[in-house]
């Protein structure tokens, strides 16, 4: 039984192995890219829209607006990191409704990837928001004792987000292969469905932590705000 | 008992009780959240949006919890290294 796409190798060469993971990977990027590509190339501004830009517009405007929603006064700025995160994760999931093909995220080499992004991009933003100074002052707060304590929870809220979406995918998958050999009708078919709801959640808490983790590095170093954002702060270590 | 069948056992039944015993904290938790969302819910519909997102992003580190044992029971079950050791050292001998 294969946990993980990893496992299935497509082609190899000594050592360079071409697996599931990276071929769906790279589909999957073509299918985005090429399908915005495509969609936006004819933009109007008429009353009448092609079907395919006032989807693209929700998708947008809804990412938009949850951003703003978690606190991120600048929206714009942060729409291409944090929507392609979900857009990558979402589609991924969605794209299980084809025979035959692996969500790349139930390889812990992707989920891996993907959090290590965000853990590069969470200092990035903050230290452009902030200052260098500031952005390094905030892992001494309350005192300089939390300092270790500020360091382990940024790795392991990492490892957490990496675990977290891998070990959902792989659960949805791995379900619908020990079914298949149980009860192969149609009870399989329930479970990818919820296997679709489950994928779809996922990548809006990707996302939305994500989201709340930058706006915790951004928004929070502002003197006037500094109790409030203490107390965010620590609400999110505590989880 | 050699030493393979013991891991196999050791293995099989702690990948059970990891998962049993995980599972319990977090159906706890998650139910408790719910609970309380539908009744801040009733009680302030127009917060709807906000209590919904607070909830999903709760539930989904209440269930990583979870997440983590099951990934845990998976490795001991598929993917156990100790029983790869095993196999590894009769099949050098």
């Known amino acids: 039984m294969n946990l993980s796409p990893d496992n299935i190798i497509f082609w190899q060469m000594g050592y360079f192995k071409l697996n599931a993971t990276i071929v769906y990977t790279w589909g999957l990027m073509l299918v985005l890219v090429l399908g915005s590509k495509i969609i936006t190339r004819k933009l109007s501004t008429e009353l009448q829209r092609s079907r395919w830009q006032n989807l693209l517009e929700i998708i947008v405007t809804g990412i938009n607006q949850q951003i703003e929603e978690v606190g991120l006064k600048n929206p714009q700025k942060y729409l291409g990191f944090l929507g392609s995160l979900f857009l990558f994760v979402a589609m991924s999931s969605l794209f299980t409704i084809v025979p035959g093909y692996e969500p790349p995220t139930g390889s812990l080499s992707t989920t891996a990837a993907l959090a290590i992004c965000v853990f590069v991009a969470v200092p990035m933003f903050g230290i452009e928001e902030a200052g260098i100074g500031r952005y390094l002052r905030a892992y001494t707060r309350p005192t300089i004792i939390m300092l270790p304590f500020n360091i382990i929870s940024e790795v392991s809220r990492t490892l957490a987000l990496a675990v977290r979406l891998f070990g959902n995918m792989m659960s949805g998958t791995l379900i619908i292969a020990i079914l298949l050999t149980i009860t192969p009708f149609i009870f399989p078919i329930i479970m990818s469905a919820l296997g679709l709801l489950t994928g779809m959640v996922q990548a809006y808490i990707f996302s939305i932590l994500a989201t709340v983790y930058i706006a915790a590095a951004t928004r929070a170093r502002k003197p006037a705000q500094e109790s409030e954002s203490e107390d965010r702060k620590n609400n999110i270590n505590e989880k | ?93």
Request: glycine content about 6%.
């Open chain 2, 1 to 93: 008992m050699d030493s393979m069948t013991l891991i196999a056992i050791v293995s099989i039944i702690t990948a059970g009780l990891t998962i049993a015993i995980g599972s319990i904290g977090p159906a706890f938790g998650e139910a408790r959240a719910v609970a309380s969302a539908l009744a801040s819910l009733a009680q302030q519909p127009d917060a709807s949006a906000t209590i919904t997102r607070t909830l999903f992003v709760g539930l989904a580190m209440v269930e990583s919890v979870a997440i983590y044992c099951f990934v845990v029971s998976m490795i001991l079950i598929f993917a156990n290294p100790f029983w790869n050791h095993v196999i590894a050292q009769a099949a050098g001998k």
